[in-house]
Antibody
Framework: QVQLVQSGAEVKKPGASVKVSCKAS????????MHWVRQAPGQGLEWMGW????????NYAQKFQGRVTMTRDTSISTAYMELSRLRSDDTAVYYC??????????????WGQGTLVTVSS | QSVLTQPPSASGTPGQRVTISCSGS????????VNWYQQLPGTAPKLLIY???QRPSGVPDRFSGSKSGTSASLAISGLQSEDEADYYC???????????FGGGTKLTVL
């Protein structure tokens, strides 16, 4: 069965970086895009971008350009999302989602359990 | 301020039919498909409806989606207590080049 398992909660200081992992199993990792979506406490969903695990190509929402880096390691079927220069308003649960395409035309059919990143001094 | 507009709350009694609206513009709903997600408290979003009106396997046919012009809606018939959750609409936006979400609708089963 398809599973996306994310790394554990993180607490970071403002200005630091965080790297969240998303380990995929139960399907061909390189056959689907991996999108990242975040949700601030009590707030709605916000799309961050995607990585193509096959080519390594990425596309980031303009809001995160220059601060986010999405990578992958195909040997262990794992995608990563690194966010740098953290601010307090980056406190959120970060999700990875398996998607057939770049625009989420048919939605994300499987999601990770989420990783809470808390930014606090 | 979300690009897609949803009512913040909706409610119904068991067995009732409720609808949740999602309003957008020509650059998102007007030109791309709409997906709906259900998010139970403390859990990840779950794909409920994709491509405007398609249900993934395992989603009961009590859930249905529709789209007209720059608006979409999610209908839930035969409301059950386990339907109490937050519901989000989403679509690609051709102008912003991002996936945009609605602000979410909290459904309460009375």
């Amino acid at each position: 069965q398809v599973q996306l398992v994310q790394s554990g909660a993180e607490v970071k200081k403002p200005g630091a970086s965080v790297k969240v992992s998303c380990k995929a199993s139960g399907y061909t990792f390189t056959g689907y895009y991996m999108h990242w979506v975040r949700q601030a406490p009590g707030q709605g969903l916000e799309w961050m971008g995607w990585i193509n695990p096959n080519s390594g190509g990425t596309n980031y929402a303009q809001k995160f350009q220059g601060r986010v880096t999405m990578t992958r390691d195909t040997s262990i079927s794992t995608a990563y999302m690194e966010l740098s220069r953290l601010r307090s308003d980056d406190t959120a649960v970060y999700y990875c989602a398996r998607v057939e395409d770049t625009a989420m035309v048919n939605g994300g059919d499987y999601w990770g359990q989420g990783t809470l990143v808390t930014v606090s001094s | 301020q979300s690009v897609l507009t949803q009512p913040p709350s909706a409610s119904g009694t068991p067995g009732q039919r409720v609808t949740i609206s999602c309003s957008g513009s020509s650059s998102n709903i007007g030109s791309n498909t709409v997906n709906w997600y259900q998010q139970l408290p403390g859990t990840a979003p779950k794909l409920l409806i994709y491509s405007n009106n398609q249900r993934p396997s395992g989603v009961p046919d009590r859930f249905s989606g529709s789209k007209s012009g720059t608006s979409a809606s999610l209908a839930i018939s035969g409301l059950q207590s386990e339907d109490e959750a937050d519901y989000y609409c989403a679509a690609w936006d051709d102008s912003l080049n991002v996936v945009v979400f609605g602000g979410g609708t909290k459904l309460t089963v009375l």
